[in-house]
């Protein structure tokens, strides 16, 4: 188990703070700095990337508190950003028009997972629940739900060998399995009452798995 998984998310923000002075970054819309920034010059210089094509034209979703964000293993330009309170947001270029699911224009989204082999299929976990889509982010159905309300999901992976194997980590520390691909779930794990942050399996040997625990530290298997 690892001693100093805070320490690793101080050292990132370190990097980040100390480089500001060097680094040029452009105001959202209406002066709000929340939603995407993209750059393209090795984080020299920054720019907002948050226009939204809605029924009533185009918005914009500047002012959301992005949670976690994913990237297609097959498509480096489809992109996905979940929210503190807004749902969740895609792009299939880049960033430069983003669209919202109908299903997921609220809630917290904590964790966004793309089957490696399927770029139409998309886990979200949402408050509570796990929803899935089978046909690219137009539809979405509830695969899993906690009994309380107040266990939400806070971490999802897939397994990059089986597809069909998948993780997802509540907030309480408990740890779920589903060996096909979210139509059944088992208990692998419950760890000492915190929250996962994030689960990691070695794409070179899935027996191999990592959880992130807050204010736990790392835990790892070798014989998952």
Known sequence: MSKSLNKIIVALGAIMLFGAGCISISRGPSGNDGGVFKSTTFGQEWEPKVTLVTSAGLKNFAGANITTFAIDPQDHRAIYAGSELS??????????????????TKGYVSAIAIDPTNKCVTYVAVDNRILKSVDCNRTFSEIYREVSAENILTAFTIDARNASNIYAGTIRGTLLKSND????WILENTFPARR???IVIDPRNSAVRYVALMGKGIWKTTDG
Do not use: E
Request: glycine share 16%; no cysteine.
């Open 87 to 104: 749902g969740m947001f895609y792009t299939y270029d880049g960033g430069a028009i983003w669209q919202q699911p109908s299903a997921l």
């Open 181 to 184: 691909a979210g139509r059944t």
């Open 196 to 198: 996962i942050v994030n």
